[in-house]
Nanobody, 114 residues
């Protein structure tokens, strides 16, 4: 049973930074992608960033230059460093793993106050 557990959300002021973490457990096939999605109030879930098992990263245009995704393969962790946060970044952030199937974490709330 694969599980993803996020942590690190909270309340931050505009211009501030937050680092999200996601821990993966269970039997995970190699050749996978880990990433982050978010769901803003009243919006559908959207892609934020992704990193492959070889370290190739992809970002949504809205977060390029502000967010950085990284991965610790030994610890089976993925991180999202979010800088220069804006109120529009307020959302529930979900960890995502694409391996033998698609897995989701339970989500962590990030609120950016103006």
């Amino acid at each position: 049973q694969v599980q993803l557990v996020e942590s690190g959300g909270g309340l931050v002021q505009t211009g501030g930074s937050v680092r999200l973490s996601c821990a993966a457990s269970g039997s995970i096939l190699s050749g996978n992608f880990m990433g982050w999605y978010r769901q803003r109030p009243g919006k559908e879930r959207e892609f934020v960033a992704r990193i492959s098992n070889t370290g190739i990263t992809t970002y949504a245009d809205s977060v390029k230059g502000r967010f950085t995704i990284s991965r610790d393969y030994a610890k089976r962790m993925v991180y999202l460093q979010m800088n220069s946060l804006e109120p529009e970044d307020t959302a529930v952030y979900y960890c995502n793993l694409v391996a033998q199937r698609v897995y989701w974490g339970q989500g962590t709330q990030v609120t950016v106050s103006s």
